[in-house]
């Protein structure tokens, strides 16, 4: 899943982590986030953008997750799901192009 970080500042990547994570156990618990598989595999601070590998099962769960986050950095932010791929090389492309 790609993602793009809507912000004054530009928030490291494990913020973007960290505040994936919070979301998600907000909404569903530690033991959803565990089943989730969360993983930030990428990130680049000057694109804002992010690659963040998830278990396909989870793959609702997350992006209603992500949608709930406002705040990274101590900015007020907005992270949106951009692509969703079934394959790192594909968001890769993406990415490039």
Do not use: C, H
Not at 32 to 40: C, I, K, V
Request: hydrophobic content about 40%; proline content about 1%.
């Amino acid at each position: 899943m790609l993602l793009r970080v809507e912000s004054e500042a530009s928030p490291a990547g494990k913020d973007l982590a960290e505040a994936v994570w919070t979301a998600v156990t907000k909404l569903y618990g530690e033991v959803g986030a565990s089943q989730a598989g969360l993983s930030l595999v990428d990130y680049d601070e000057e694109r804002k953008t992010g690659v963040l590998r998830v278990s396909l099962g989870s793959l609702q769960q997350v992006r209603a997750s992500i949608a709930t986050i406002t705040f990274l950095s101590g900015k007020d932010a907005a992270v949106n799901v951009s692509t969703i791929s079934g394959t790192l090389r594909t968001i890769r492309k993406k990415i490039e192009s």
